[in-house]
Each structure stands twice: as C-alpha cells, then as structure tokens.
C-alpha cells in the first residue's frame, strides 16, 4: 500500500472525525424530525390563530442554523463542531411582519 494512505488510516484525527460525524447524522437526523414537528405545530397554530407563533419562529431558525452546521461540518467545508462542541446557534427574530 501507498505510504500516504497507509499514514491517514493510522491518523487518529481521521478517525476522530469519522465518530463525530457519526455522532452528527445521528444529530441531525433528530433535528430533522423536530423540524418537521415544529412546522406541524405551525401550521395548526397558523389555522387556530391565524399568525405563526413568534417563539417558534425564532427557535425554528435556530435550528435550522443548527441543521446547516452539521451539514457543513459532515461535508468538511467547516471544522468546527456544532453544538454541544460549540454553542448553540442564535436567530434574530423575523422583522418586517
């Protein structure tokens, strides 16, 4: 075998990085559901009230912000890890409305 590939597979950082993206499908797998519960939320809430609910929004977006981390850390155009390794994202709310 080719002595670079040979030294990236015994490279513990690799592998490092190998469980926590591991760690990250896992997370983001469950974020996923929890956006799609949020948005069901949304729209009864949107029915009954007839407006989006101003708290959900703003956690909605955050993780959504949350969702983009890890996509960017799984396809290694970030290094650094998403939330609980950093902090959780921050949204603003909407304005405009």
């Known amino acids: 075998m080719d002595d670079k590939l040979v030294n990236n597979l015994k490279s513990e950082s690799r592998w490092l990085r190998l469980l926590f993206m591991a760690f990250y499908l896992v997370a983001g ?10 948005a069901l939320v949304q729209t009864v809430v949107g029915f009954v009230s ?7 929004l ?8 949350y969702l983009f981390q890890i996509l960017e850390f799984l396809t290694y155009n970030a290094e650094t890890k998403p939330f609980p390794f950093s902090d959780w994202p921050e949204s603003e709310p909407r304005s405009g409305d």
Do not use: C, D, H
Not at 29 to 38: N, R, S, T
Not at 50 to 56: K, S, V
Not at 58 to 65: A, D, E, G, M, P
């Open 29 to 38: 797998y469950f974020a996923g559901l929890l956006v799609f519960i949020v």
């Open 50 to 56: 007839g407006e989006p609910n101003a708290r959900l």
């Open 58 to 65: 703003v956690f909605s977006k955050s993780l959504n912000l």
